[in-house]
Nanobody, 114 residues
């Protein structure tokens, strides 16, 4: 099994920035497709961003131009740089790693105040 541990969440004012990190235990991290998702109580978990093994990225429309996903294979870590945060970005953010199956982190809370 692959263990994923998110960090970097917290409370920030609208317009501020946060950088989320997700560290993975696997020795073949570079082979995984990685993603960030978020979930608000009572709502479905939604895709935020993905990054492929080749570094190609995709973003959900609400975060385009504000969030950036990146990966550092040498550190077994995927990042989500969040700029221009809005109250509607408030959610628990989860990282996911997918190869033959998907693994999820525990999640980290991001709260954006107005």
């Amino acid at each position: 099994q692959v263990q994923l541990v998110e960090s970097g969440g917290g409370l920030v004012q609208a317009g501020g920035s946060l950088r989320l990190s997700c560290a993975a235990s696997t020795n073949i991290f570079s082979r995984y497709v990685l993603g960030w998702y978020r979930q608000v109580p009572g709502k479905q978990r939604e895709l935020v961003a993905t990054i492929t093994t080749a570094g190609s990225t995709n973003y959900a429309d609400p975060v385009k131009g504000r969030f950036t996903i990146s990966r550092d294979n040498a550190k077994n870590t995927v990042y989500l740089q969040m700029n221009g945060l809005k109250p509607e970005d408030t959610a628990i953010y989860y990282c996911k790693a997918t190869l033959w199956s998907s693994y999820w982190g525990q999640g980290t809370q991001v709260t954006v105040s107005s």
